[in-house]
């Protein structure tokens, strides 16, 4: 049997496919998307976390990104570790904002050009 490796237009696409799957199920959890409740057999949180579950894999790039970018230009000082002993502690603040800033960056810029690559 021959595996073949999929293309990135066909990876995005199923980013978005995961995505979109999982989306009515986390709406049903919500009570936004009416459903009959007798024809529901889990708790609405296990039904959320199970569509949950499957949109994660296509949001997680863009995940990644928003907390890197909150650490950098939201993130309290004081939570700041790992100092250099070679830089004062407001230039440690500002290397760690700009690591953060620039893994929120590239993780923003990974999700534009997946989506870029769906069009």
Excluded at 63 to 76: C, K, Q, R, Y
Aim: hydrophobic letters at 55%.
């Amino acid at each position: 049997m021959v595996i073949k490796k999929l293309t990135a237009k066909q990876t995005v696409l199923l980013g978005w496919l995961f995505i979109l799957t999982g989306l009515p199920f986390i709406l049903i959890s919500l009570g936004l998307l009416p459903v009959d409740e007798t024809t529901i057999h889990a708790p609405k949180w296990v039904i959320g976390l199970c569509g949950f579950i499957f949109s994660l894999s296509g949001v997680m790039a863009l995940s990644f990104g928003l907390i890197g970018g909150w650490v950098a230009l939201l993130g309290d000082a004081s939570g700041f570790s790992g100092e250099l002993g070679i830089l004062s502690n407001d230039q440690n603040i500002t290397l760690a904002r700009l690591v953060f800033g620039s893994g929120a960056v590239l993780c923003f810029a990974v999700a534009g050009y997946a989506i870029k690559l769906q069009f």
